[in-house]
């Protein structure tokens, strides 16, 4: 693929909670893209700002920030009212920001800025909406909490219909698909599966995550159970047909033990005790009438609960070719060489003499 010569700008947006040790050094090396830079893989880009989020934490994050401003031109802050969470701290951000490609990252320092270009080639050379960082090594939060992480993204994937095993906090988002999730995502809804729901490309790029700065994690083993559970919530509602489908095998079961029973009965069988398989015949069917009809109430919920949530019957974008996504123009092959001339004709009947009929030209 060949990059064209569009200049990409680039909005970074980070959600500030416990920053006031990390976040200047964070914004430093921002502070290195904020003048013409050239990708890996040929583009120009350029970041136009960092929007810093603050979430209201317990440190002094706040001079920080405005320390940051007053230092670097490009550097804003954002101010929420209370502690909303890390996913609705970066919505506002995303509302906030102007430019063609989004970045999302932490204020840990465990996110290196060094790679928002390999995250916009991978975008370019892929025509992703969204290209999430992929990380090469575990990130730094122990054995237990990576586990924990790991086990809940593939439950997600399994039952939910996403892949959830991609979502990382450090993405590239195309700009109008971020402000646009911003603007339509409800209370409650889990960011990432919010931008699936509008996305029609996301990629992965591979990256080394780094330690994360010397300060404890903002996310106690409770709000990582309750980031789980929005998760588990926001994925849609594969997981509340399983409740159907187990209902329908549990019925089925029972009816195939009812029928053993009559069958049994008719031909005499003396091995049958009284009373236990004609009871445990009409529990698997009323268990499986019950829960299949649970998982028809779950449906109509699930339905109120994408509506809560924000999830658009549609999205307008623009036309990808006009937008930063057009900036990547295949590469053109070679011409075809002309087909030679026919050899000439003879002055009779058009042949050589000794030859058969002259060759036709080429079809063109």
Do not use: C
């Amino acid at each position: 693929m060949e990059q064209s010569a569009r200049r990409h700008t680039v909005s970074v947006v980070i959600p500030v909670y416990q920053g006031e040790r990390t976040l200047p050094g964070v914004v430093a090396e921002i502070a290195a893209l904020t003048e013409d830079f050239t990708t890996p893989g040929g583009a120009v880009a350029v970041v136009t700002e960092a929007l810093l989020v603050y979430d209201n934490g317990p440190d002094d994050s706040p001079r920080v920030i405005r320390e940051l401003e007053e230092r670097y031109p490009f550097a804003r802050g954002i101010w929420l009212s209370r502690n909303f969470g890390q996913h609705p701290a970066t919505l506002a951000g995303m509302a906030s920001s102007g430019g063609d490609w989004i970045v999302t990252l932490d204020e840990d320092g465990q996110h290196d800025p060094a790679y928002i270009g390999r995250l916009l080639d991978t975008a370019l050379a892929e025509r992703a909406q969204v290209v999430y960082a992929k990380p090469n090594n575990a990130a730094p939060h122990g054995f237990l909490r990576n586990f924990a992480s790991r086990t809940a993204k593939r439950l997600i994937s399994g039952s939910g219909g996403v892949n959830a095993s991609d979502f990382q906090s450090y993405r590239l988002v195309l700009g109008e698909i971020g402000r646009s999730v911003a603007a339509y995502a409800g209370p409650g809804v889990y960011l990432d599966i919010a931008i699936g729901w509008v996305a029609n490309r996301i990629a992965t790029s591979p990256i080394e995550l780094r330690a994360e700065g010397g300060r404890p994690s903002g996310y106690s083993y409770r709000r990582l159970l309750s980031h789980f559970w929005r998760m588990v919530l926001s994925s849609g509602t594969k997981g509340l047909r399983m409740v159907s489908v187990f209902g329908v095998v549990a019925a089925a079961l029972g009816l195939v033990l009812a029928l053993y029973l009559v069958f049994a009965a008719l031909f005499g069988s003396e091995d049958i005790p009284a009373g236990w398989p004609s009871l445990m015949a009409v529990l698997l069917v009323a268990t499986g009438a019950i829960l299949f009809s649970l998982g028809i109430v779950a449906e109509y919920i699930g339905v109120a609960v994408n509506q809560a949530m924000g999830r658009p019957l549609y999205l307008i974008v623009s036309d990808p070719v006009q937008g930063p996504l057009g900036a990547v123009r295949p590469v053109t092959q070679p011409a075809l060489p002309a087909a030679p001339p026919p050899p000439p004709s003879s002055a009779t009947n058009g042949t050589a003499p000794g030859a058969g009929p002259a060759p036709r030209a080429a079809a063109r």
